[in-house]
C-alpha cells in the first residue's frame, strides 16, 4: 500500500454468481487527485465505485481507503471511514420523502453528532449555496429538475468536506451544458478543497477535463490507465477508442 | 418445492431479524413516529369509512332474518359479537394490507431502484432498521388501534340502521350490544391483529427490500405484498382464532 495513496486496489476480484465482473483489478489514485473509469455498460464501473465505499465487498483482493482496507474491516471502522467519504450516485438517489434541506442534514446529523442544529442548517446552506441551489432548500426532490437533483446529489455528498468524493455517471441524462456545469463543480471540489475524485462516466468530454488519469475497464478487466495522452496511444483498441470518441 | 421452502425461509428470516432487530439500539425513533403516522392516521379514514358501512350493511342483513323469529332485539348483540370477535380484527387486517402493504411493497422497492437504500448505507446508516424494523413494529402496534376504531365505527353504523327503522336510542342499542362482550371475547380477537400487522410488515417489507428488478419490481414488489399479505392474514387468523378457542374456551361456546 502507497503512503500517498488515497485509493488503492489490490488484485480485486469480484463476481455475482458466475458472472466475474472484476477480474484481477489493482490501480491506486493519488490523494487530490482526479480518476475516471471509462469502459462500456456493464463492465463493473459502478461496482468499483461500490467496493469503494463498502456497499460491496470483493470476493478477493483489498481495497484501501486511506491506508485502511475496507475490505476486511469491521462495521464501525467501515463508518470511521466513510465519514470522509461522498459518494454522487447516477440517479442522486436524494430520499423523495424529504425536502431538500433534510437530504443534506441528514449526514450531518448522522456522522456529525457534535454539531448543534444552528450549525447543522448553516452547514445545508453554504453546500447548498456552493451548487446553487440555496432558494430551493424547501422544495421535494420531484420538484426538481435532471440537472438540479444531480448538483443536489453533489451538495449531499460534500457536506461533510469528504476527502474522498465517489461520482457515478455525473452528466447521464443531462444536456451538455448542464453536464458541462457539473463537470466544473467537480472541478472546484477538486482545486479548493483538495479532495480526491473517482469518477464513472461516459462523458470522454468532461473526463478529458476533469481527470488526472484515466482507467479504462473492459469486461471486468483493467485494460488501460494513464494520463488521456498516454492512453491516445495505447496498443489497446478500445482503449484508443473509448479515450478519443467526443 | 425447493424455492417454495427457500422462499419461506428467507421471508421468516426476514420477519425475525426484524424483530430481534426491534430491540437492539440504535433506535430509529424519527422514522418510527413516520410510520405511526403513514400507517395509523393516514388508515384511519379508510378503516373508519368501511367499518361505518360495514355496520350498516350487517345490521340490515341481520335484521332481515332476525325479524321472521321475532327476535330484532338481538341485532346489537349479533353486531358486536360478529365485529368483535372475528369481522373488525379480519376486516381491519385486510383493509391495511391492501393501503399499506402495497405502500410499504412499493415505497421500498422504489428507494431500492432508485439507489436510495445504498445512499442510506453509504452513511453507515442500517437500512433495514431504519425502513423496514420502524414499519414492522409500527404494524404491529398500530392494527389493534385500528380495529377499535373499526368496532366501534361498525356499532354507530349499526345503531344508525337501527335508529332509522326502529328508533330504538342509543342507550339501549348500547345495552344490548355490550350485554354479552366479555373481555375474553375482545381483547384477544383485538390483540391477534398485531400479528396480522407482523404479517403486513415482514412481507411487504421483505418484497420491496429485495427487489432487483428495476420498476417492473417495484410494480411486483407492491402487488404480492397485497396478495401474499392478505393471504396469510386470512390462513393466520384460522390458527389464531383456534388458539384463542384453546386459551379462552368460553369464547367458543
Redesign the interface.
Known amino acids: 500500500m502507497s503512503d500517498s495513496a488515497a485509493v488503492e486496489f489490490d488484485h480485486v476480484f469480484k463476481a455475482f454468481g458466475n458472472r466475474k465482473v472484476l477480474d484481477n483489478v489493482s490501480f491506486k489514485v493519488n490523494a487530490g487527485e482526479a480518476l475516471c473509469i471509462l469502459g462500456r455498460s456493464g463492465t463493473g464501473k459502478s461496482v468499483t465505485l461500490k467496493l469503494m465505499i463498502g456497499l460491496l465487498k470483493p470476493d478477493s483482493g483489498k481495497v484501501f481507503i486511506d491506508s485502511e482496507d475496507i475490505a476486511h474491516s469491521s462495521e464501525e471502522d467501515l463508518s470511521r471511514v466513510r465519514r470522509h467519504m461522498g459518494f454522487l450516485f447516477q440517479s442522486a438517489a436524494l430520499f423523495d420523502s424529504f425536502t431538500l434541506g433534510d437530504n443534506l442534514a441528514l449526514p450531518l446529523r448522522r456522522l456529525d453528532k457534535g454539531k448543534s442544529p444552528a450549525e447543522i442548517e448553516r452547514a445545508v446552506d453554504e453546500a447548498l449555496e456552493r451548487v446553487g441551489l440555496n432558494l430551493d432548500k424547501a422544495k421535494m426532490p420531484a420538484a426538481l429538475s435532471g440537472g438540479m437533483r444531480k448538483r443536489a446529489g453533489l451538495a449531499r455528498a460534500l457536506v461533510l468536506h469528504p476527502r474522498l468524493l465517489l461520482v457515478d455517471e455525473p452528466s447521464s441524462g443531462l444536456d451538455r451544458i448542464t453536464a458541462s456545469e457539473i463537470d466544473e463543480l467537480l472541478l472546484k471540489v477538486k482545486q479548493e478543497y483538495g479532495a480526491t475524485l473517482v469518477i464513472v462516466t461516459h462523458d470522454v468530454r468532461g473526463a478529458r477535463r476533469v481527470a488526472d488519469h484515466i482507467a479504462v475497464l473492459d469486461q471486468g478487466c483493467l485494460i488501460g490507465f494513464g494520463t488521456a495522452t498516454e492512453l491516445e496511444k495505447s496498443d489497446h483498441e478500445i482503449v484508443r477508442r473509448l479515450v478519443t470518441e467526443s | 418445492m425447493k424455492n417454495f421452502f427457500t422462499f419461506i425461509g428467507e421471508v421468516s428470516h426476514f420477519g425475525l431479524k426484524g424483530l430481534v432487530d426491534t430491540f437492539r439500539p440504535p433506535f430509529e425513533w424519527e422514522f418510527f413516529m ?1 410510520q405511526i403516522e403513514e400507517i395509523g392516521w393516514q388508515s384511519l379514514p379508510l378503516i373508519l369509512a368501511a367499518g361505518l358501512a360495514l355496520g350498516i350493511v350487517l345490521s340490515m342483513h341481520t335484521r332481515g332474518t332476525l325479524v321472521q323469529f321475532g327476535a330484532e332485539a338481538m341485532i346489537p348483540t349479533l353486531q358486536s359479537a360478529s365485529f368483535f370477535n372475528e369481522l373488525g380484527p379480519l376486516v381491519t387486517g385486510l383493509l391495511v394490507a391492501g393501503r399499506v402493504g402495497a405502500g410499504i411493497g412499493a415505497g421500498i422497492a ?2 431500492r431502484v ?3 437504500i ?8 442500517d437500512a433495514f432498521k431504519m425502513l423496514v424494523v420502524t414499519r414492522i413494529v409500527a404494524c404491529i402496534l398500530i392494527l389493534p388501534m385500528l380495529t377499535l376504531f373499526m368496532d366501534f365505527a361498525s356499532l354507530a353504523g349499526g345503531f344508525l340502521s337501527e335508529y332509522l327503522v326502529s328508533h330504538i336510542s342509543l342507550q339501549l342499542y348500547l345495552d344490548r350490544a355490550f350485554k354479552t362482550v366479555e373481555w375474553a371475547n375482545f381483547i384477544p380477537p383485538t390483540l391477534k391483529t398485531s400479528v396480522f400487522g407482523f404479517i403486513i410488515g415482514t412481507v411487504s417489507g421483505f418484497f420491496g427490500y429485495t427487489t432487483d428488478q428495476g420498476s417492473e419490481g417495484v410494480q411486483r414488489a407492491a402487488t404480492n405484498s397485497v396478495v401474499l399479505s392478505s393471504l396469510l392474514i386470512i390462513l393466520a387468523d384460522v390458527v389464531l382464532v383456534k388458539a384463542i378457542f384453546f386459551l379462552f374456551p368460553r369464547n367458543a361456546l
Not at chain 2, 118 to 125: H, R
Open positions: 413516520i422504489n428507494m432508485t439507489e436510495q445504498d445512499a442510506i448505507e453509504a452513511l453507515s446508516v
